[in-house]
């Protein structure tokens, strides 16, 4: 998974730019700042999450979109289960229809 939806390449070439601005003197200076940045921010988002229950409410999706994707593995199984007795159905019909042919077939052989 790429940080913030960039893509290797455009990381690289963001870094090359930050490199020729900063100068490789500060660069590890602002690499510094700006991860203390992002954790502060991670920090701050999740404290806020926890305060407004969005926590709470992001693992009951969380815990509801599994319960559906359960919900319609099941059902696919039940539907394989239901073409499967279709299936047999169909060949206990024709069974039962070759067997009338032959009772039919064997009558009329003893009959004559």
Known sequence: MSVFNIGFSELV???LIAFVIVGPKDLPKVARWLG???RKTRDAVREIKKET???EFEKEVRNTKADVKGAI???R???DVTSEFKDAAKEVN???GNLKKDI???DKQFRA
């Open 104 to 106: 039919r077939e064997a």
């Open 13 to 15: 070439v963001l870094l």
């Open 53 to 55: 229950g969005l926590d």
């Open 73 to 75: 593995a099941d059902l």
């Open 36 to 38: 203390r940045m992002v």
């Open 77 to 79: 199984k039940e539907t």
């Open 94 to 96: 024709e069974g039962v």
